[in-house]
Each structure stands twice: as structure tokens, then as C-alpha cells.
């Protein structure tokens, strides 16, 4: 069986549109979305309404909660969100209110956010320093808790990723589609990279033998759309991740 693994599009409609593409020339089985889809300053409308005419099992993210869940407060303190709201249609709300936070897609694959229990924290990734290392084995194992699924697929960190651990369990995440880095005061303050534009997906495939293969794959397409489109919503910030990958 071989699934493609998409993650945090965050309404990079560009991105997605050269991961479609991509994903014609690898005769995937099941094509699955781990969250963060439609959170960012670009164009969620259009990517909610691509994503409809795909067939992708799909998950929620914690900004996708971000959205649907903001209070008046929390929006008026934020023009992003101000404009993700104006922009969505009341059925892509409706949508990604009825997606699961998480899901078990087949014996062997289970799909997350963040960790089995949380959206919000990150399942690989220790960032006390700033900057993203890799978690001990244990504390990985703990937030596992109770999923014992031969493969765990994961986004949020928007790091590319694959570990083998002593369970027997491999755990991916497939980095971003649509937004190479970021910085965030949550719940410290830390930076992501991957130091590329490229939008990123992964596809695991089960051998004969019962093993699994890991593939990444890093996508280029032509950024200035979506560096322009974010740049008009006021972030600069944004405009310099999406053409960088880069946070500072």
C-alpha cells in the first residue's frame, strides 16, 4: 500500500496546486491531509474549494480550530484571521468543524496533528533551545501514550522527518506544503526552517516483507504569487519565509 502524506497547507493554493501535480506520477493509493489546511494570509477560499475536488482523508489542525474557534477578541487583535474569515464560506467553516482531530485510516496507519492528544504539541520535536532537536526516545514513546499502529503520521512542526523507534513503530512527518518556515512565541519562543522554498510531502509504502519505505519529496513551483498575496495581507513575514525558508 502506498499513501501519500500531505501537511500544513496554510492556504498556500500555489503550493497545493504543484503537489497535485506531483502526486500524478506517483500512483498513491490513499492521499491523506494531517491539518493546518486553510490558516494564512493567501488564499483559504480557493484552497478549501481545490481540496473539495480532491479525494484526500483529511484531519484537523490546531489553527484550523484557530479559526472556528477565535473569539471576538482574539479576532479583532488579528488581521490574518480577520481576513481568513471574510474570505471562507460558511461550508468550508461548516467543514472543518466536522473533521477529526485525529485518525485511526487503516490497521497499520495512524494519523495526527500534533500528538495523539494534542493538537498543539510538538510529537518529534524538543524546541527549549529555539530551535527544533530531536525528542529522546522515551518522551516520544510517552506522547504516543496508547497508539501501538505499526506507522504514526504527523505534521505541525513543518519538519520533514522519519524515525524508527525500539516499539517497532515508524513515525513520519511529511514537513509543509505551503509554509517553509515560521516563528512563534508558543509555548516559547522558536523558530522552524527548512532553509528551501519548496513545498514538501512524504509517501510511505509497505513492502512485501511487511516493511515500510519512506519517500520525501520537495516540490518547487514559483513563489511570488503566494509571497504577494501575503505580503497584501501585511505579512512581510510571511512573504520572507515563503521565499526563503527561512525564519531569521
Not at 45 to 68: A, K, S
Amino acid at each position: 500500500m502506498r499513501i501519500a502524506i500531505l501537511s500544513d497547507i496554510h492556504s498556500n493554493i500555489y503550493a497545493l496546486d504543484a503537489i497535485i501535480d506531483d502526486l500524478k506520477k506517483r500512483d498513491a493509493d490513499l492521499t491523506v491531509n494531517l491539518g493546518d489546511i486553510l490558516y494564512g494570509p493567501i488564499a483559504p477560499q480557493l484552497t478549501y474549494e481545490r481540496l473539495m475536488e480532491q479525494n484526500y482523508t483529511t484531519i484537523c489542525g490546531n489553527q484550523d480550530r484557530q479559526i472556528y474557534e477565535a473569539s471576538t477578541s482574539e479576532i479583532k487583535d488579528n488581521p490574518t484571521l480577520q481576513f481568513i474569515l471574510r474570505d471562507l464560506s460558511a461550508e468550508a467553516l461548516q467543514w472543518m468543524k466536522e473533521l477529526p482531530p485525529s485518525l485511526q485510516v487503516t490497521d497499520d496507519v495512524f494519523l495526527c496533528h500534533g500528538t495523539p492528544n494534542s493538537d498543539l504539541i510538538y510529537l518529534l520535536e524538543d524546541i527549549s533551545s529555539g530551535r527544533p532537536q530531536l525528542r529522546p526516545e522515551h518522551e516520544i514513546l510517552n506522547l504516543l501514550a496508547k497508539i501501538r499502529s505499526k506507522v504514526i503520521l504527523c505534521g505541525h512542526t513543518h519538519q520533514p522527518r522519519s524515525i524508527s523507534l525500539s516499539s517497532g513503530q515508524l513515525v513520519v512527518n511529511p514537513g509543509s506544503v505551503g509554509l517553509p518556515a515560521y516563528a512563534d512565541s508558543e509555548p516559547q519562543p522558536h523558530i522552524m526552517e527548512t532553509f528551501s522554498p519548496h513545498a514538501s510531502y512524504a509517501l510511505v509504502e509497505k513492502g512485501k516483507g511487511g516493511a515500510w519505505d519512506v519517500m520525501f519529496f520537495k516540490v518547487s513551483y514559483d513563489t511570488e504569487n503566494a509571497v504577494q498575496a501575503a505580503i497584501a495581507q501585511g505579512r512581510e513575514d510571511w512573504g520572507f519565509y515563503l521565499s526563503t525558508g527561512r525564519a531569521g
